[in-house]
């Protein structure tokens, strides 16, 4: 069973508070070798917070059967952009791989090999974020073909890597850490036991 995101807690809590304004919906056939992906992203309120959603991701195989289907809810999101379909991004195909990448966003919806198993994982756009740029769920794709979501990117490290070393077995975020440097920070995986550790973090002007 997945990991349930924060977002979706929320989501479960204050789902009476809220009210459905409009919805759009993506569908990706162009940024897996596997997968065929749907996007669909609804607009609320809740309470006071104007740049709330809903997300549900449906996931189905090249033949159109159904692999998975995941939903959560984000209080900081904006709207506008994240139904923008275009915003997208895949290193498995190479769909937009090389787009240019502003204030540190990555795209709504990225798919990447992430723990370098061979297969596609997936980083969903969770939440705007602050001057270090947006938050990201990091969904790994597990042996049976479903997804879960990896507790140690999605909360302990948030950011879209910049740079995604396979030899290596490590990711790279740069972000803004103050008003004179960035926050470059590596991660590794260890292959046998599947767990990540910072193996170090430098500040660059």
Not at 131 to 147: A, E
Request: aromatic share 10%; with cysteine.
């Amino acid at each position: 069973m997945n990991h349930i995101p924060k977002p979706l807690l929320l989501f479960a809590v204050l789902v009476s508070a809220t009210s459905h304004l409009f919805g759009q919906t993506c569908i990706y056939k162009d940024l897996s070798e596997k997968m065929n992906i749907t996007v669909h992203t609804r607009k609320i309120k809740i309470q006071d917070v104007q740049d709330s959603s809903i997300l549900t991701i449906s996931i189905k195989d090249k033949r159109g059967k159904p692999i998975q289907t995941i939903k959560f809810a984000t209080l900081f999101l904006n709207s506008d952009v994240s139904a923008n379909c275009r915003l997208v991004r895949s290193y498995t195909t190479g769909k937009n791989k090389k787009a240019e990448v502003s204030d540190y966003d990555f795209g709504n919806l990225i798919v990447a090999d992430l723990n370098f198993d061979g297969k596609e994982d997936l980083a969903v756009k969770c939440d705007d974020g602050g001057n270090g740029g947006p938050l990201y769920n990091f969904y790994i794709q597990q042996p049976n073909g479903q997804f879960a979501i990896d507790p140690y990117l999605t909360d302990s490290v948030g950011s879209f890597p910049i740079y995604i070393n396979k030899q290596k077995r490590t990711l790279t975020t740069i972000i803004h850490a103050n008003a004179r440097y960035e926050a470059k920070t590596v991660y590794r995986i260890d292959p046998q036991k599947g767990r990540w550790v910072m193996i170090s973090r430098t500040f660059v002007p």
